[in-house]
């Protein structure tokens, strides 16, 4: 294949190389922080580099290397990029550690001279260097983290980015270093033999494994070819105005990594209306040639760890794949014009990749197929399928020819083929770069185009299931395959008909040449008791076995072979990964005494460990018996922040903590989803929301009967209502959030009154949802923090004075203030009588 490669690829190849062209860039480690960059300068100074070298974006073949040669040029003019540091680890130090190590060195040098005595005054000296020495590092080593903390809580007030990007710094726990790499059983170790086995592992997997001799694969070139040829002679040029360039660059994600030629998108974005119209000019006469330009399919891949599996084994890491800025903004318009066409096509059950459609959605209708069979005491089988490397080996014929039939043609898809026609990759690594190699199959992870055309790749096998009337089905609402992207599971009430549609999505496989693995695709089944199915049906994929575990994860939910028990399942899983998060994040602070203060420690733990501990609850809609785990780790973490003993009242944690009670959280999750689903038309969601708010019982284990019964407990519209009449997003949001805001607010209140030991804590800061102001009034001073826990147990009662010792002991205990020895020793007494206690009360008091 690489032999009908045009010498003109390796030519500006070797030319991008070896010139210098784009060597700088590929040394850098550091991005351009466009935050503390003269922008207007960067713009001034592009600007008049290209009114002096004027470029022809029609004749000249050179003219984008030229265009991005300029960009370069201006941004090094007005930036000034540090080499990166070769020193690895940042290493504790400072004058007073000097100055020990050198007394220390003094001293170990005159024991040695007195041939090592294990006593006498030169070895008391060396322990006390030695001793001097540890003391300095360590007190260089509190300052540093003391200084960190005090970093954080100033930037949670004032700059949430750099709040953000502080606690991401001390969350890690260090770069993965990998020192080998096994590939296919060959293992690599030195630095540049583990780029050779990156390169040749994704080129395995960019080669298609056939035949060229294959009669199906011949068929399919032969279409390509009678496409193509149809194509050309209907082709018409596109035009694209500098607005819709302008929206196009507007749509692509900033700070991230640059491209090959050390471009990113804020150099576009922020190189003024000349820079625009120069790209403009490129892209339209790409288009009217319907031909994209070698250079703009230089890709630069990355392996990205799965985070699953073992860390030296290369099929547990993902390519993505960094392309030329101008080619993503290529992309972005091109995508706009096939997403019409796309969307007419897609089959309703893909949830994948899919604008304002979660794909949580997806899990949402499985888990009404299964609460539809518990319901009606039915079997229930579910096979969830892995393919390998799915979206690496997508067959380019194959996919050209499905996009032509779905509508795309002309020029439209003459470009989008010549996007991936001799394309070439290289793999970027621990600072080395490798040779490049020929995309032949696949969509490349990063790609604007690949998620749309990925989705128009698997949408054939999701219409055959569903047209052979195969799998689940809701009354007359097909639910035999939901799926999201690659992930799909299939549903069934028979085993024999599971394996049917197993075998389905086996024989597409096989058409289009990817490989289902039967060791990582699962079965999951329940018998139901008004059902004759057997349980001990096999099943398999290639003639293999599939197993038939307890548990397995769906889209991040863990499912019990018993559904019964999959929310309990789901709910401790969440816990353990929510407990994970929080040891993350010790090293930012999270930690109660010592650490950050509360108020940042608590947006801390809203922000990164609530999502996780509530994820996926809003779909499985726990009840409060469920949630009581989940609320006990809840309530223990806060306790844990705040620094306060475990006896301390709930309600007192949530007053002090400004927050409402977990399930509050899961229900205005839920009661957003309903609204979303409401707002779709024509979506599967909406149409089981229809049939099951009109059949089902207020006993009914279905999600939309649980959510009729919400809507009741806060006095919300009735879910009819809001299927007939849904409230825009913004509106619904702030309804819900006042209605269960208000409804835990009163209980919290009303619990609080009944606790004598509160009667001082005020529950005002509730109505606005914030923290209590005994929190919010400590600063970042360390002193300050370690003072709020006596603070808060006196407010909530839980501060152990001589009276309540004399009350809870079962011996007798004198009541009687230890310190002045004349009255009880009563929260009264100790705050504001105790004679002891005048001369620091004074103070405070005047």
Same mark, same amino acid.
């Given at each position: 294949?690489?032999?009908?490669?045009?010498?003109?690829?390796? #030519?500006?190849?070797?030319?991008?190389?070896?010139?210098?062209?784009?060597?700088?860039?590929?040394?850098?480690?550091?991005?351009?922080?466009?935050?503390?960059?003269?922008?207007?300068?960067?713009?001034?100074?592009?600007?008049?580099?290209?009114?002096?070298?004027?470029?022809?974006?029609?004749?000249?073949?050179?003219?984008?290397?030229?265009?991005?040669?300029?960009?370069?040029?201006?941004?090094?003019?007005?930036?000034?990029?540090?080499?990166?540091?070769?020193?690895?680890?940042?290493?504790?130090?400072?004058?007073?550690?000097?100055?020990?190590?050198?007394?220390?060195?003094?001293?170990?040098?005159?024991?040695?001279?007195?041939?090592?005595?294990?006593?006498?005054?030169?070895?008391?000296?060396?322990?006390?260097?030695?001793?001097?020495?540890?003391?300095?590092?360590?007190?260089?080593?509190?300052?540093?983290?003391?200084?960190?903390?005090?970093?954080?809580?100033?930037?949670?007030?004032?700059?949430?980015?750099?709040?953000?990007?502080?606690?991401?710094?001390?969350?890690?726990?260090?770069?993965?270093?990998?020192?080998?790499?096994?590939?296919?059983?060959? &293992?690599?170790?030195?630095?540049?033999?583990?780029?050779?086995?990156?390169?040749?592992?994704?080129?395995?997997?960019?080669?298609?494994?056939?035949?060229?001799?294959?009669?199906?694969?011949?068929?399919?070139?032969?279409?390509?070819?009678?496409?193509?040829?149809?194509?050309?002679?209907?082709?018409?040029?596109?035009?694209?105005?500098?607005?819709?360039?302008?929206?196009?660059?507007? #749509?692509?994600?900033?700070?991230?990594?640059?491209?090959?030629?050390?471009?990113?998108?804020?150099?576009?974005?922020?190189?003024?209306?000349?820079?625009?119209?120069?790209?403009?000019?490129?892209?339209?006469?790409?288009?009217?040639?319907?031909?994209?330009?070698?250079?703009?399919?230089? *890709?630069?891949?990355?392996?990205?760890?799965?985070?699953?599996?073992?860390?030296?084994?290369?099929?547990?890491?993902?390519?993505?794949?960094?392309?030329?800025?101008?080619?993503?903004?290529?992309?972005?318009?091109?995508?706009?014009?096939?997403?019409?066409?796309?969307?007419?096509?897609?089959?309703?059950?893909?949830?994948?990749?899919?604008?304002?459609?979660?794909?949580?959605?997806?899990?949402?209708?499985?888990?009404?197929?299964?609460?539809?069979?518990?319901?009606?005491?039915?079997?229930?089988?579910?096979?969830?399928?892995?393919?390998?490397?799915?979206?690496?080996?997508?067959?380019?014929?194959?996919?050209?020819?499905?996009?032509?039939?779905?509508?795309?043609?002309?020029?439209?898809?003459?470009?989008?083929?010549?996007?991936?026609?001799?394309?070439?990759?290289?793999? #970027?690594?621990?600072?080395?770069?490798?040779?490049?190699?020929?995309?032949?199959?696949?969509?490349?992870?990063?790609?604007?185009?690949?998620?749309?055309?990925?989705?128009?790749?698997?949408?054939?096998?999701?219409?055959?299931?569903?047209?052979?009337?195969?799998?689940?089905?809701?009354?007359?609402?097909?639910?035999?395959?939901?799926?999201?992207?690659?992930? &799909?599971?299939?549903?069934?009430?028979?085993?024999?008909?599971?394996?049917?549609?197993?075998?389905?999505?086996?024989?597409?496989?096989?058409?289009?040449?990817?490989?289902?693995?039967?060791?990582?695709?699962?079965?999951?089944?329940?018998?139901?008791?008004?059902?004759?199915?057997?349980?001990?049906?096999?099943?398999?994929?290639?003639?293999?076995?599939?197993?038939?575990?307890?548990?397995?994860?769906?889209?991040?939910?863990?499912?019990?072979?018993?559904?019964?028990?999959?929310?309990?399942?789901?709910?401790?899983?969440?816990?353990?990964?929510?407990?994970?998060?929080?040891?993350?994040?010790?090293?930012?602070?999270?930690?109660?005494?010592?650490?950050?203060?509360?108020?940042?420690?608590?947006?801390?733990?809203?922000?990164?460990?609530?999502?996780?501990?509530?994820?996926?609850?809003?779909?499985?809609?726990?009840?409060?018996?469920?949630?009581?785990?989940?609320?006990?780790?809840?309530?223990?973490?806060?306790?844990?922040?705040?620094?306060?003993?475990?006896?301390?009242?709930?309600?007192?944690?949530?007053?002090?903590?400004?927050?409402?009670?977990?399930?509050?959280?899961?229900?205005?999750?839920?009661?957003?989803?309903?609204?979303?689903?409401?707002?779709?038309?024509?979506?599967?969601?909406?149409?089981?929301?229809?049939?099951?708010?009109?059949?089902?019982?207020?006993?009914?284990?279905?999600?939309? *009967?649980?959510?009729?019964?919400?809507?009741?407990?806060?006095?919300?519209?009735?879910?009819?209502?809001?299927?007939?009449?849904?409230?825009?997003?913004?509106?619904?949001?702030?309804?819900? #959030?006042?209605?269960?805001?208000?409804?835990?607010?009163?209980?919290?209140?009303?619990?609080?009154?009944?606790?004598?030991?509160?009667?001082?804590?005020?529950?005002?800061?509730?109505?606005?949802?914030?923290?209590?102001?005994?929190?919010?009034?400590?600063?970042?001073?360390?002193?300050?923090?370690?003072?709020?826990?006596?603070?808060?147990?006196?407010?909530?009662?839980?501060?152990?004075?001589?009276?309540?010792?004399?009350?809870?002991?079962?011996?007798?205990?004198?009541?009687?203030?230890?310190?002045?020895? *004349?009255?009880?020793?009563?929260?009264?007494?100790?705050?504001?009588?105790?004679?002891?206690?005048?001369?620091?009360?004074?103070?405070?008091?005047?």
């Amino acid at each position: 294949m690489f032999d009908s490669l045009t010498e003109t690829v390796f #030519k500006l190849w070797q030319y991008i190389i070896y010139t210098g062209f784009v060597a700088n860039t590929l040394t850098l480690t550091q991005k351009v922080n466009w935050d503390k960059i003269d922008i207007s300068k960067y713009e001034a100074e592009l600007t008049t580099r290209l009114d002096r070298n004027p470029i022809d974006y029609t004749a000249d073949p050179l003219a984008i290397e030229k265009l991005l040669d300029i960009i370069k040029q201006s941004q090094d003019s007005v930036v000034t990029i540090k080499k990166p540091s070769k020193q690895r680890n940042k290493h504790i130090w400072n004058d007073e550690i000097g100055l020990a190590l050198i007394e220390n060195k003094k001293a170990l040098y005159q024991w040695r001279q007195e041939d090592k005595p294990v006593d006498g005054e030169t070895m008391q000296k060396r322990k006390k260097t030695k001793k001097a020495l540890r003391r300095a590092r360590r007190q260089e080593i509190a300052k540093q983290r003391d200084e960190s903390m005090q970093a954080i809580m100033t930037a949670q007030r004032s700059d949430s980015k750099m709040f953000h990007k502080l606690v991401n710094a001390q969350r890690k726990s260090g770069k993965n270093i990998l020192s080998e790499l096994n590939v296919q059983g060959e &293992i690599h170790t030195s630095k540049d033999d583990i780029l050779q086995g990156w390169n040749k592992h994704f080129k395995q997997l960019a080669t298609p494994q056939i035949s060229n001799e294959n009669v199906e694969y011949t068929d399919r070139e032969l279409d390509i070819d009678v496409i193509e040829e149809i194509c050309k002679n209907n082709a018409s040029p596109i035009i694209f105005t500098e607005e819709e360039i302008c929206q196009a660059i507007g #749509k692509l994600n900033t700070k991230k990594a640059p491209d090959i030629y050390g471009i990113t998108v804020e150099h576009i974005k922020f190189g003024g209306d000349t820079l625009i119209k120069a790209v403009t000019a490129i892209i339209n006469h790409i288009c009217s040639t319907a031909s994209v330009p070698d250079s703009l399919k230089l *890709g630069i891949l990355t392996p990205i760890f799965k985070n699953k599996g073992i860390l030296s084994e290369a099929k547990n890491y993902r390519g993505i794949t960094v392309l030329p800025v101008i080619g993503k903004i290529l992309e972005c318009l091109l995508r706009d014009l096939i997403r019409d066409f796309i969307k007419i096509l897609q089959n309703r059950l893909q949830r994948g990749f899919t604008p304002t459609v979660s794909p949580l959605y997806s899990a949402l209708i499985l888990l009404e197929s299964i609460l539809e069979s518990l319901d009606q005491k039915t079997s229930i089988f579910i096979a969830l399928l892995d393919a390998k490397s799915a979206f690496d080996v997508v067959n380019h014929n194959s996919l050209y020819r499905k996009l032509f039939l779905s509508g795309v043609g002309g020029t439209l898809w003459l470009l989008i083929r010549q996007l991936s026609t001799n394309a070439l990759t290289s793999i #970027k690594w621990d600072g080395l770069t490798s040779e490049p190699f020929l995309i032949q199959q696949g969509v490349r992870q990063g790609g604007i185009l690949s998620t749309e055309l990925y989705k128009l790749y698997v949408n054939d096998v999701l219409d055959q299931l569903e047209d052979n009337g195969l799998g689940k089905y809701i009354g007359d609402i097909y639910c035999g395959a939901p799926t999201c992207a690659d992930d &799909i599971a299939l549903v069934a009430n028979s085993p024999t008909e599971l394996q049917v549609m197993i075998s389905t999505v086996e024989n597409y496989s096989k058409h289009e040449k990817y490989v289902l693995q039967p060791t990582k695709s699962v079965v999951l089944k329940n018998k139901g008791s008004n059902s004759s199915a057997s349980s001990l049906q096999d099943f398999s994929i290639n003639e293999q076995a599939i197993i038939q575990p307890d548990s397995a994860v769906h889209l991040g939910i863990k499912h019990n072979a018993n559904f019964k028990k999959t929310i309990t399942s789901h709910i401790n899983e969440n816990i353990s990964k929510a407990r994970r998060s929080m040891y993350s994040l010790m090293g930012a602070g999270l930690h109660g005494k010592n650490g950050l203060n509360p108020t940042t420690s608590l947006h801390i733990f809203h922000t990164y460990v609530l999502p996780v501990l509530t994820y996926g609850l809003e779909i499985l809609l726990p009840d409060k018996k469920q949630l009581d785990n989940i609320e006990v780790f809840y309530r223990k973490s806060l306790k844990q922040i705040l620094s306060m003993p475990t006896n301390t009242a709930d309600v007192a944690i949530y007053t002090l903590a400004g927050v409402i009670p977990i399930i509050g959280t899961i229900h205005k999750s839920a009661l957003n989803t309903f609204n979303k689903i409401c707002n779709m038309d024509s979506s599967v969601e909406k149409d089981l929301a229809v049939r099951q708010l009109a059949l089902v019982g207020f006993s009914s284990s279905s999600w939309f *009967g649980k959510l009729r019964n919400l809507l009741a407990i806060y006095e919300l519209p009735s879910a009819q209502d809001i299927l007939d009449n849904p409230y825009s997003k913004e509106r619904w949001k702030s309804i819900v #959030k006042k209605a269960v805001d208000n409804y835990y607010r009163a209980q919290t209140t009303s619990s609080a009154r009944l606790y004598s030991s509160l009667r001082f804590l005020s529950t005002n800061n509730l109505l606005w949802n914030r923290p209590h102001p005994s929190l919010a009034s400590v600063n970042t001073s360390s002193q300050d923090i370690s003072r709020l826990p006596t603070k808060l147990k006196l407010l909530t009662g839980t501060y152990y004075l001589q009276s309540n010792k004399a009350a809870f002991n079962q011996n007798t205990v004198d009541p009687t203030c230890l310190l002045c020895k *004349g009255k009880p020793e009563t929260i009264d007494h100790f705050l504001m009588e105790c004679p002891a206690l005048h001369e620091i009360r004074s103070p405070y008091l005047q």
